[in-house]
């Protein structure tokens, strides 16, 4: 249906002559309402070779309001400025951008419904997969806030085959977006999607009381909260084993250096290692790392020998290291009892540390060298070269003990500084030995591998959950950014195995919420690489994707921002924070600003793959609602006064 013509044209912008034939801002076509005058609305146009120029209303007036025998007269000359979009073909294919613009005096005519179907090429609902199973192509997003009640949905493959953001302030309606989506995606009564893998760290323990079960019972969810030793509230106590981390991850978590700490922690982690095998393997290997300690013990003596001037100083150093080592050994009731004919050789070390008239009389040299001669250099060099790999199991408990065995070694070679390089990383040794917080990557209940891990997180067989969250809202920062980074590294190292068609089965998706947090731009990490941006620039290779959702974008990594291609953003008020997403995002304009700033809660602008336009949308509400309404003050304030006796 016309409703005008084109009386002046620009690069960026058409005028528009409303006829004065219409009254209103709306017209009734074939039984639907639809709204042309209003900010926003589209309008469409035929060029020379009739493509159809799609155009967005930014602008209404009355360009006889100056007149006053005129004005407000309901024959005025009422005109919008029309901002184009883009061409719809010949071939009835959308895109954005105009080549041949309309000729002046051009009809402008109403976009019906039928033309937003081509826009935003809605698939079908359903399609037949190869083996002849119906499966859902497309899910509802929400309602067009410009072409006013259309209902707009969005194809799973471009919004779900590459990595999004949902970007917003506090209580713009992120969660229920989030919620919302994951929802309706697994509620489709005919078919629901058994091979879905989401794993959500969930920052504000909001998201439980969206996937109750109810009117969410079709979807298998596991719930999952750090320090938890039982099951309770509906969590199950989850566990990130202290020995999956990997040494640029310890390194992360202890604050180390790269120069002097980090090197450190490896040999420690290496004894640790050695120490575990010594109570937990059969005789012959039990053996083999007892005489790699009694090599390792001499080797102490010696280096001690040769650093000090005087015997009196020598022998009080090696006197005071026997003594520590003995401690060491006597500390673990197994290592003790694996070690007895190794302490009976250090008892006749220490009695070799006497001192007559400031002499030795080489009398420890002696019996360093009779101990030695038992060890069996090639063993001992086999224990040397057996590194511990990424993902197998030691106990923590030899953590303490490895490190003091390596401090030893350093003060025997004459480092008298390690243990001040060493101090603060030590400390953070003793606060994941001893804090409370960290009981989760203490115990390991049961799990002995990464595949025991990955099995246990989402669950065995047909017993696989479709949604796991992990409840994170009690972590500090530096736990928090250890549990995100080394479980995402893990997951996303398996995806990594896989080789052909295999790697295009069973997606895993990760919905990073509050990502801010631990996905920081210009944060000075530890770790030689952010895994999250790794997984950003490599995941799709995988079908690993990320879904990212933060209310301070500013603060976000430009890297992982980049790799979006889908963009859900709700009101953003900061100045810093919109002129970063200005910078970052493709096809943005001042336009967009304002939409932004004036939505209102649960209102977004959508733009990316998912979309072949920028759409301002209202979203559907999720059902449930997650945990994350305001606090009604008046309500908390003004209650029933209630009267005791």
Not at 328 to 337: A, R, T, W
Request: proline content about 3%; hydrophobic content about 35%.
């Amino acid at each position: 249906m016309k409703i005008g013509k084109i009386v002046s044209i620009d690069y960026s912008q058409l005028k528009v002559k409303i006829s004065s034939e219409i009254r209103g801002s709306s017209v009734n076509l074939h039984g639907n309402v639809y709204y042309f005058g209003n900010i926003g609305s589209y309008l469409k146009i035929y060029n020379a070779v009739e493509e159809v120029i799609i155009c967005e209303v930014v602008s209404i007036f009355d360009s006889d309001l100056h007149q006053e025998n005129y004005s407000f007269d309901i024959e005025s000359n009422r005109e919008l400025l029309l901002k184009p979009i883009g061409t719809i073909s010949k071939d009835n294919e959308f895109a954005l951008g105009v080549g041949i613009f309309p000729s002046l005096y051009s009809d402008v005519s109403i976009v019906a419904f039928e033309d937003m179907k081509l826009i935003l090429r809605t698939a079908t609902t359903e399609k037949m997969d190869t083996d002849g199973d119906f499966v859902h192509q497309s899910f509802p997003l929400g309602i067009s806030r410009s072409l006013i009640n259309y209902p707009v949905d969005v194809s799973i493959d471009s919004f779900f085959n590459i990595h999004t953001a949902v970007l917003g302030n506090s209580g713009s309606g992120k969660s229920n977006t989030i919620a919302h989506i994951i929802q309706t995606i697994h509620k489709r009564e005919r078919h629901s999607a058994i091979g879905s893998r989401i794993l959500m760290f969930d920052v504000n323990g909001e998201y439980k009381e969206a996937f109750a079960s109810g009117a969410n019972s079709n979807i298998s969810v596991k719930y999952y909260k750090p320090n938890f030793t039982v099951e309770s509230d509906g969590y199950s106590p989850f566990y990130l084993p202290h020995f999956l981390l990997s040494l640029d991850e310890w390194s992360a978590f202890l604050l180390a250096t790269e120069a002097t700490q980090r090197p450190f922690w490896d040999k420690v982690l290496q004894e640790s290692y050695r120490f575990y095998k010594i109570g937990t393997v059969n005789d012959n290997e039990k053996d083999k790392f007892v005489n790699y300690l009694r090599y390792r013990i001499c080797s102490l003596i010696f280096s001690t020998l040769r650093q000090a001037d005087t015997d009196t100083a020598r022998i009080t150093t090696a006197a005071s290291i026997l003594g520590s080592i003995t401690n060491i050994i006597k500390s673990n009731q197994v290592i003790e009892n694996a070690s007895s004919d190794l302490l009976e050789d250090i008892e006749n070390l220490q009695t070799a540390c006497t001192i007559s008239y400031g002499e030795n009389k080489d009398k420890l040299e002696r019996a360093t060298e009779a101990v030695i001669g038992k060890v069996n250099h090639v063993n001992a060099q086999t224990v040397i070269n057996s590194k511990i790999k990424n993902g197998e199991y030691f106990d923590h408990k030899f953590l303490k003990i490895a490190a003091e065995l390596i401090l030893l070694e350093e003060d025997a070679r004459g480092n008298r500084q390690i243990r001040g390089y060493t101090a603060t990383m030590l400390t953070r040794l003793d606060y994941f030995l001893d804090n409370p917080d960290c009981e989760f990557m203490r115990e390991s209940n049961g799990i002995g591998s990464v595949s025991q891990y990955i099995d246990a997180l989402w669950g065995n067989g047909q017993e696989k959950s479709q949604l796991v969250i992990i409840d994170t809202s009690e972590l500090g920062p530096d736990i928090l950014e250890t549990l995100t980074s080394v479980t995402s590294r893990i997951l996303f190292d398996e995806r990594k195995k896989l080789v052909g068609d295999a790697r295009r089965k069973n997606p895993v998706h990760l919905v990073l919420d509050e990502a801010h947090r631990y996905i920081r731009k210009h944060y000075e990490y530890l770790l030689k690489e952010n895994i999250f941006e790794k997984i950003a620039r490599e995941g799709r290779k995988y079908s690993f994707y990320l879904l990212v959702s933060s209310q301070r974008p500013s603060e976000l990594s430009e890297t992982v921002l980049s790799q979006c291609a889908n963009f859900i953003i709700h009101r953003i008020q900061n100045e810093k924070d919109m002129h970063y997403i200005q910078a970052i995002l493709p096809y943005y304009s001042d336009d967009f600003t304002n939409k932004i700033k004036q939505s209102i809660p649960g209102e977004a602008l959508v733009f990316g793959n998912c979309v072949s336009m920028p759409l301002h949308l209202k979203i559907h509400e999720a059902n449930p609602s997650p945990n994350s309404m305001n606090c009604l003050i008046s309500e908390a304030w003004f209650q029933k006064n209630i009267v005791t006796e």
